[in-house]
C-alpha cells in the first residue's frame, strides 16, 4: 500500500490535546508522521484535506447488528457501511442475538465476520449470562479467550442481583468487566414511556425514570463489594448520573456512557406517539436531558455511544406500545455530538475524546490517537456543512433513526481504515 500524505487538514488530538493545522502522512497501516509542511514522499498519493477536520476514527462502545438471527434488520456487512459513513473505525456489538453471544465459537463467528467487512474493527461483547436470560453463568474464561472485549446481557438488564455480584467477580478475575442495561426489570416491564404528564397525555403505560437510578445504586454497591468494574450503558437520567458521580469520588470501579437521543432529545420528541422516538432507556424531560449534557462537560460520562438498535418498518408502524423499541444510530453519532459543541455546551476536542480516547482507554485499544505508530483509523469531516437526516436514505440497512428530519452541521468526507480510505 503506497503512502498517503494528508495535506492542509486541522489536526485534532484529544489524547494530546492537539488542535493545529498540519498534514499527516501514513503508509503501511500506521501513522508516519504529523505536523506542518511535511515532504511527499515518491510515489505517496496525495489528500488536499482543504482546512478540514482531521481525527482519530470513532469508537462505538455500543451498536446491535441483527446478525446472526435478524438479518432482515442490518446485517455485520450493511452496519459496516453506515459504520465507516458516519466515521466510526471501531464497533463494539452487543450479544443479545439470536442465538445469544454465550459460545465462543459465536463470538469468534463475528469477530471473523467483522474482519471480512475490511472497513472496521468489530469487537463483541459475550453474553453476561448464557442466552442472555439473565439466570445462569456464560463461560467468562472460554469466552474472554475467543476474543470478547467485555461481558453484558445487551438491551436486558441483570436483574439479579446474586448474579450480578458473581458476574462482576467472575469478570473482574478475567481482567473484564461488565456492561449493565441500567433499568430495574420489574418497574420497567410492561412501560413504553417515562412515567410522568406526557405519558399519561398519551395515555401511554409509564416507566418511572427512578428505575435507572435504583439499579445504579443497586450495582454501585456490589461494585464496592466485589472490587469488580460495572459500566452502565446509555445513562439517561439526573439522578442516576448523581449516583455514578459520587461513586467515581469514592474511587469505586464505575464508569458509564451515554448516546446522543439523550443529550439532543427530550420526551416531547414522541409527540404524537412518534415510534421513531420509542427507545430504551425511553426519553427524558427536559431537565435530564441538560443533566446528561452537563455530566458530559465535567468528565462524569466516559464515553458517547451510537446506541444502535436497528429495526424494520414492520417493527416501527405499530401503535406505540406494540412497537419495538430502539434508533438507528450508526451515521448519525458525529454531527449529533457536533450540534452540542456548535451550540457551546463541549468543546470540540472535548466531543472528540468521548468518541476515541476515553473509549479507547476503556477497552484498552491502542487506537484513538493521531500519534506516531498509532494505527492509521482517521476520520475527516467539514465541521460546518449542512444536511438533514432523512429515513430511506441513511447508508446501511436500518432507516429508523430517531432523528428522522433533523438538520445538522457536520459531515463526514472520509475514512481510513488501517491506512486504507474506507468512505469518501
Excluded at 458521580?245 to 437521543?261: H, I, S
Excluded at 494505527?375 to 467539514?382: I, W
Aim: glycine share 12%; proline share 6%; charged share 20%.
Amino acid at each position: 500500500m503506497p503512502a498517503t500524505l494528508i495535506a492542509g487538514a486541522r489536526l485534532l488530538d484529544p489524547a494530546t490535546g492537539l488542535d493545529a493545522p498540519g498534514d499527516l502522512l501514513l503508509e503501511g497501516g500506521t501513522i508516519l508522521d504529523h505536523g506542518t509542511g511535511l515532504s511527499r514522499p515518491d510515489g505517496a498519493e496525495v489528500v488536499d484535506a482543504a482546512g478540514l477536520c482531521l481525527a482519530p476514527g470513532l469508537i462505538d462502545l455500543r451498536a446491535a447488528l441483527g446478525e446472526p438471527g435478524a438479518e432482515h434488520r442490518e446485517t455485520i456487512a450493511s452496519a459496516a457501511q453506515a459504520a465507516v459513513a458516519g466515521g466510526i473505525t471501531t464497533l463494539c456489538a452487543l450479544p443479545d442475538t439470536d442465538p445469544a453471544l454465550d459460545d465462543p465459537a459465536l463470538v469468534q463467528f463475528v469477530l471473523r465476520r467483522g474482519e471480512e467487512t475490511g472497513c472496521i474493527t468489530l469487537l463483541p461483547y459475550a453474553a453476561a449470562t448464557k442466552g442472555c436470560a439473565g439466570r445462569e453463568m456464560a463461560e467468562y474464561g472460554l469466552l474472554r479467550e475467543a476474543g470478547a472485549v467485555a461481558f453484558t446481557d445487551g438491551a436486558r438488564a441483570v436483574g439479579s442481583a446474586r448474579v450480578m455480584r458473581l458476574a462482576l467477580s467472575y469478570a473482574r478475575a478475567f481482567g473484564s468487566f461488565i456492561v449493565q442495561h441500567p433499568e430495574e426489570p420489574g418497574l420497567a416491564a410492561g412501560g413504553s414511556a417515562t412515567e410522568g404528564e406526557l405519558a399519561t397525555r398519551l395515555g401511554l403505560p409509564g416507566i418511572p425514570a427512578a428505575a435507572e437510578a435504583m439499579l445504579v445504586v443497586r450495582d454501585v454497591a456490589l461494585a464496592r463489594i466485589t472490587g469488580g468494574h460495572v459500566h452502565f450503558a446509555h445513562v439517561s437520567t439526573a439522578a442516576a448520573l448523581d449516583v455514578i458521580r459520587a461513586a467515581k469520588a469514592e474511587g469505586l470501579a464505575v464508569t458509564c456512557d451515554t448516546a446522543p437521543p439523550y443529550f439532543d432529545l427530550n420526551e416531547t420528541a414522541i409527540g404524537d406517539w412518534r415510534s421513531y422516538a420509542k427507545l430504551s432507556p425511553p426519553l427524558r424531560p427536559e431537565a435530564d436531558r441538560l443533566a446528561v449534557v452537563a455530566a458530559l462537560a465535567d468528565g462524569t460520562i466516559d464515553a458517547i455511544a451510537s446506541d444502535h438498535q436497528p429495526r424494520d418498518a414492520d417493527d416501527k408502524r405499530l401503535p406505540f406500545v406494540q412497537a419495538e423499541a430502539g434508533g438507528a444510530g450508526l451515521a448519525t453519532l458525529l454531527a449529533v455530538t457536533l450540534a452540542r459543541v456548535h451550540a457551546g455546551d463541549l468543546p470540540l476536542l472535548g466531543a472528540l475524546d468521548l468518541m476515541t480516547a476515553r473509549p479507547a482507554k476503556l477497552l484498552g485499544l491502542p487506537v484513538g490517537r493521531l500519534t506516531k505508530g498509532a494505527p492509521a483509523d482517521l476520520v475527516l469531516f467539514d465541521l460546518e456543512r449542512a444536511w438533514q437526516v432523512k429515513a430511506g436514505q441513511l447508508p446501511g440497512k436500518a432507516q429508523n433513526s430517531p432523528f428522522d428530519g433533523r438538520a445538522l452541521e457536520g459531515r463526514v468526507v472520509g475514512t481510513w481504515k488501517n491506512g486504507r480510505r474506507v468512505f469518501g
